[in-house]
């Protein structure tokens, strides 16, 4: 039996990181929860400081497919290479290098432009196979 689950990041910036991988997997921002006008209504209900309100945020898929993801605000900082990253599946694994390739580079430089920075890109027999990137917080992930 499967269970339900979603992916949660720690960040300093739960908003922006939110808007970035908002805008990297084409998520949108988690509905109000069911009986609530609003998630500001959402938060004081559950006696939630003001202080803290910005402190987290959550996507999910538009489809109601893949698992949602969740932002909180921690105090410390990243400092070693993350276990677990996200793969974007840009190109298609099946598909020919010359079809494959272009989509993985248009998605490369749509993450650049939203804040994405490049750590490397690595070959497999001298042939491109995928580019490791890292988020505005510098959380890894590859587009593939």
């Known amino acids: 039996m499967t269970v339900v689950w979603a992916i949660t990041i720690d960040c300093a910036d739960a908003r922006r990181l939110a808007a970035f991988w908002r805008e990297a997997l084409g998520y949108v921002e988690s509905p109000v929860p069911e009986g609530f006008a609003s998630w500001e209504e959402w938060l004081i209900r559950w006696e939630v400081p003001r202080e803290e309100w910005g402190d987290g945020a959550s996507l999910v898929d538009p489809e109601g497919v893949r698992p949602s993801i969740s932002f909180l605000k921690v105090p410390e900082a990243k400092v070693v290479k993350n276990r677990v990253h996200i793969d974007i599946k840009a190109g298609g694994r099946d598909q020919p290098q010359e079809i494959r390739w272009p989509k993985v580079t248009a998605k490369v430089e749509s993450l650049l432009k939203a804040g994405a920075t490049i750590v490397r890109e ?17 959380n890894e992930f590859c587009v593939v």
Do not use: T
């Open 122 to 138: 690595d070959q497999v027999d001298g042939v491109p196979s995928h580019v490791v990137m890292a988020d505005p917080e510098g």
